[in-house]
C-alpha cells in the first residue's frame, strides 16, 4: 500500500511562522500609499524553502497596486524575517492577490438573488 504524500510538518511550520511574521511587519514596517488594508490567506513554499507565493486578499485600495507595492517590498520583508527567524533558508517571497475571497462573496450573493427570486416568484 502506497502512502499519499503530504506537506511535510516542518515545511507547515514553516509557512505558517512567515505568514504570522508577515501579518505583523506589513502593517508596521510598510508605509506604501499605494497598500491597502492587506489580509494574508495562505503560504505556499517550494520543498526547497526557495521560495515562497503568499497569497493575499484586500478590503481597502486596489488589489493591483497592493500587489506592486508588495512586490517591490519583498527583498525587505525577507530580510526582516531573516532576523526574526533562525532558520538556514528564507525564501524568496512572491505576492499574489489572492481572488477566491472575492469570488466567494460573489457566488454568496448569486445565491441570494436567486433564493430571493424564487421566493417572489413562488408567492
Do not use: C
Not at 106 to 115: A, W
Amino acid at each position: 500500500m502506497r502512502h499519499k504524500k503530504k506537506a511535510p510538518a516542518r515545511g507547515i511550520r514553516v509557512a505558517e511562522q512567515i505568514q504570522k511574521d508577515l501579518a505583523e511587519l506589513i502593517p508596521r514596517e510598510l508605509r506604501d500609499p499605494r497598500l491597502g488594508f492587506v489580509t494574508l490567506t495562505d503560504i505556499e513554499l517550494t520543498p526547497d524553502y526557495a521560495y515562497a507565493t503568499v497569497y493575499f486578499s484586500v478590503l481597502t485600495g486596489s488589489a493591483e497596486d497592493s500587489e506592486k507595492a508588495l512586490n517591490e517590498a519583498a527583498g525587505y520583508l525577507r530580510n526582516l524575517i531573516f532576523k526574526k527567524m533562525h532558520i538556514h533558508t528564507v525564501p524568496t517571497l512572491r505576492f499574489k492577490h489572492d481572488v477566491s475571497v472575492e469570488r466567494g462573496a460573489e457566488m454568496s450573493q448569486l445565491i441570494d438573488r436567486v433564493l430571493k427570486d424564487s421566493g417572489e416568484g413562488s408567492a
